[in-house]
Structures are given as C-alpha cells and as structure tokens.
C-alpha cells in the first residue's frame, strides 16, 4: 500500500569520502531492489557532491523497478534528465551551502522553470513529482501546474521539539489530505526514521516514501535487507493504525 523508495546518495557519499570506486551506489540499487524496495531515488546535485552523471546513468541502466531522479529544475539537468529517462522525476530546491534540502520548492516563484521541465516530462512520459513545503498554498499550486505528484517536505515533523510534533503531524495531515482531493498523488519524505515513519505512513492518503540518510545508517550496522525490513515493518505498523 505504500511503495517505498530508497534513497541511495549517501552510499556515493561515502565512495566520495575516499575516492575509491567502493561502495559503489549500483550495487546498493541492486541490492535494495533485491531487499524489496519499490524504486530507487538519487538527486544529481548541481555540486555533484555524492551522485555523479556516471552513477546515475549506471544506476538508470540497472535498476528494473523505478527510477525517481531528484533534481533542480535548471536547464543543464533538464537536458541531463531527457536524456536519462528516469521513470519520475522529483523536482526540489537546491543551494550550495545547504546540507540537504533543507526546504520545499518555491511552486510559484518558480513556475516557468518548473513548466519547462513539465514540458520535457510530457514529452519523454516522465512522471513529475514536486517535493514541497507542508503548506496548503503549495499544494494548489501545484495542482494548478498539472503535476502528477507532490511529495512532502516531512523536515519540520521529524525535527520539532516532542510538545509540537502532534502540530506537524496535524499539518501533514491536513495537506495531504488536500492534495489528494485535489487529485494528486500524495508522496513524503526527509528525516524519516524507524520511529518518526509510523506516524507518516498512518495519514491514509501517503502512497510512497523516499527515505535515505536513516535508512542507510541502519544498513551500516545491520545491511541493506534487514535495514529495508525493519523500515517495512514500520511502515506496516502505520499503515495498520489507519482508520478503516
Ligand atoms: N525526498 C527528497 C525530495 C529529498 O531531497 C530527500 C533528501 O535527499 C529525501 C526524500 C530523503 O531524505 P532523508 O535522507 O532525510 O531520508
């Protein structure tokens, strides 16, 4: 009932740390795949700082579930992007100094850029997917740009103080719920762990997750199967604490 994503960056980003050619992110795909995942997801950043062109196109040429790039809508990884052919693309903000992404897209500042790359996913049959901001001014103009998709920004849930987290969850609650009345596919992800996860995937509306830097760490200690089951087995507890 929810597909779940992994996000494999950090596993370049530890190649990166050394410059070896080990561990190498298309054997993690395989090997998520092989655990069960539902797709792969990496974001080819403009500072190129974990996945690099060549990791993605290897990655696109490995992975037989889903690739969902993650990218800024700039001009050089549109034309990355329409030659790749990844099977979604999620659209997010980028800044150099940031440590990840740290927020939504800006849907309306940004609509002629994120329209020029809605009109190469329509063109190559790309699956667009906007990750945003939780806020309800966000979700409709999403809908209004004719995505198919928006993921979101669950940053502010997972990181507020324990007396605010029921707030968080409430506004996640809230757009989601809007965004799928509004049609739209209702994907999240951002500082998703084993515990913060059950909450998420309780909110009937969530239909897939893009969980990374957590899910990784875990398969430090334990590999990448057990790592995936154990946040499957979160997922199932959220998803059996939805209302019938
Ligand atoms: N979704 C999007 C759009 C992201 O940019 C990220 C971070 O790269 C994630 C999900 C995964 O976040 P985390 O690594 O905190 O699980």
């Not at 790039?69 to 329409?82: R, S």
């Amino acid at each position: 009932m929810i597909r779940l994503h992994v996000n494999i960056d950090h596993v370049a980003t530890v190649r990166n740390a050394r410059g070896t050619a080990y561990p190498d992110p298309v054997f993690a795909a395989q090997l998520c795949e092989q655990a069960g995942a539902d797709g792969i997801t990496c974001h080819l950043r403009e500072d190129r700082r974990h996945m690099r062109d060549a990791d993605v196109e290897r990655i696109r040429a490995s992975v037989s579930t889903l690739l969902n790039l993650e990218m800024a809508a700039t001009e050089e990884m549109t034309t990355i992007a329409a030659r790749l052919r990844p099977d979604v693309i999620t659209l997010v903000p980028e800044r150099r100094e940031e440590r990840t992404t740290e927020g939504g897209l800006d849907v309306v500042g940004t609509r002629p850029a994120i329209e020029r790359v809605a009109e190469m996913c329509t063109t190559q049959g790309i699956k667009l997917s906007l990750f945003i901001a939780v806020d309800l001014a966000m979700v409709e103009a999403s809908h209004a740009l004719g995505v198919e998709q928006v993921e979101l920004h669950t940053g502010e849930y997972c990181h507020a103080a324990p007396l605010r987290r029921e707030h968080e969850l409430a506004r996640l609650a809230t757009a989601a719920r809007c965004a799928q009345g509004l049609g739209l596919e209702v994907a999240a992800g951002h500082g998703l762990n084993r515990h913060n996860v059950i909450e998420v995937a309780a909110l009937p509306e969530i239909v897939e997750l893009n969980i990374g830097h957590a899910l990784i760490s875990d398969a430090v200690f334990f590999g990448l199967k057990r790592a995936i089951d154990g946040f499957r087995e979160a997922i199932d507890r959220g998803i059996g604490r939805r209302p019938l």
